[in-house]
């Protein structure tokens, strides 16, 4: 690799807003604001809207969505202007 090029890899913390959840990993990402963890260091932190804590999937809050009863209705909407077009 070229020197001077690359972004600093560092360590971050990503934190998400509605589950609270915080995790350190490294990334080239950058922030103005900073978190103290509970090992001492200071470490730049980055809010996301979703991830493990609060997405629907893992939390068990998935709904299942009708598919069957919009195909239907997609038939009833479609499926005779289609028809008259062909023949």
């Given at each position: ?12 913390v990503?934190?998400?807003?509605v589950?609270?959840l ?66």
């Amino acid at each position: 690799m070229k020197p001077g090029i690359h972004p600093a890899y560092r360590p971050v913390v990503f934190r998400d807003r509605v589950g609270g959840l915080t995790f350190l990993t490294r990334s080239t990402v950058t922030s103005d604001r900073t978190i103290e963890r509970e090992d001492g260091n200071t470490y730049p932190v980055i809010d996301v809207e979703i991830s493990s804590a609060s997405h629907p999937f893992y939390t068990g809050q998935s709904r299942v969505l009708d598919t069957a009863g919009r195909v239907e209705r997609f038939e009833r909407r479609y499926g005779a202007a289609a028809a008259r077009r062909k023949g």
